[in-house]
């Protein structure tokens, strides 16, 4: 069997094994977040933060729903990450933002952060900042011993088929699992041009 036939018996297995309730509590909260007019704040580091960027367009122009993401704003990123440290920019954009029991974080991972090992903690500070503001916390990440899968109110959890490819398929069905979430019935507002 070839590399190709093996990543897509594994993309095909992925399909299979996906939570779908998960899934639907995900879409079940962003519904809520529209009715109440809250936001959705899109967190992620690496491959995951351009996911964020395009998932943000996705929310805002699909479903309606005001959202944003950090990295669209590299001056600020940066300045943070040179002023003040990387581990601080997603919980201090948050606090600017006046993140609030109406809103949401939306997190992109593949691991999802690591206390322990001191992996994207960025992701974690943000995460405890959205719980102390009383806000949902929801996720789609690779890993479930990250932090992340512990901690968020709804997240979806891509099974890991190989360990030796788990980075490109969290990255990838982040995108078909947002894509279905946008396109689901009780959040897609606006129709697609194709």
Known sequence: MSFID???KEVKEISRQIDY????????I???TFNKDGRVFVIGVGGSATN????????RKIC???AYTPTDNVAELTARTNDEGFETVFDSYLEISKFDYNDVLFVLSVGGGNKEKNVSVNLIRAIEYAHLKHGSV??????SDGYTAKKADAVVVIPSINPDLITPHSEAFQAVVWHCIVS????KKMPTKW
């Open 6 to 8: 093996y990543y897509f």
């Open 30 to 32: 962003l519904e809520d």
């Open 21 to 28: 309730e998960d899934i639907e509590s995900i879409i079940n």
């Open 184 to 187: 689901h019935p009780k959040l």
């Open 52 to 59: 964020a960027s395009h998932l943000v367009n996705d929310l």
């Open 64 to 66: 309606r729903i005001e």
């Open 138 to 143: 929801v996720g789609i990440v690779g890993r």
